[in-house]
């Protein structure tokens, strides 16, 4: 946790000051929008959640004692209201595979890992660029929930096993071979999709 990030939650946590919280909110709310988006793929829902999650921290952050980054324990809270979310959705036979929508292309096009995104030369390759995004969130979202968040968290978000461990409360072995049968499962989608 970065200094700036300490002082800003002991704020918070001492005063329950709300510039000191919203500024917190301006540093996480797209990485925290771009999880919930990746593992939900609706952008209203995601939205929504999104919002939940800083609802959620607003009310809890009393009980974040700064064993794991601040970001860590942030995730963990947006991966069990996405958890939660998907189960409420399931009961309701809603489909993940959520339309992205100009603004969002160009968000999660800019949020791909570097891995994924094509080297940009013209319109051509920029609409290949969100032609894999689409390919590869449609493959994210036909994983199940548990495999999603694992290939969100390390593939998009970029965490490290340990810190993904600490975020889904899961063993750092588990980690380690959930999220290689949910790279197995995602490139078998994508070997069909793109036959």
Wanted: hydrophobic share 40%.
């Amino acid at each position: 946790m970065t200094l700036r990030e300490r002082i800003l939650v002991e704020r918070v946590q001492k005063h329950r000051d709300e510039k000191a919280f919203e500024e917190i909110m301006r540093m996480y709310q797209h990485k925290v929008y771009n999880l919930v988006y990746r593992m939900i793929g609706n952008a209203d829902e995601a939205e929504e959640i999104a919002q939940e999650v800083f609802v959620t921290v607003w009310k809890a952050i009393d009980g974040f004692r700064g064993d794991a980054k601040f970001s860590t324990w942030l995730y963990r809270i947006s991966a069990n209201h996405c958890k939660n979310r998907m189960k409420y959705l399931g009961r309701r036979s809603y489909n993940a595979t959520g339309e992205l929508n100009e603004a969002t292309e160009r968000e999660a096009a800019s949020a791909a890992p570097t891995s994924l995104r094509p080297h940009v030369d013209g319109p051509e390759a920029v609409l290949e660029g969100i032609e894999l995004e689409r390919a590869v969130q449609d493959g994210i979202a036909q994983l199940d929930e548990d495999h999603r968040a694992l290939v969100v968290l390390r593939d998009v978000e970029d965490l490290s096993y340990e810190e993904i461990a600490k975020v889904t409360g899961l063993e750092l072995g588990t980690v380690k071979s959930r999220l290689h049968r949910a790279r197995l499962q995602l490139k078998d989608f994508l070997a069909r999709l793109l036959k």
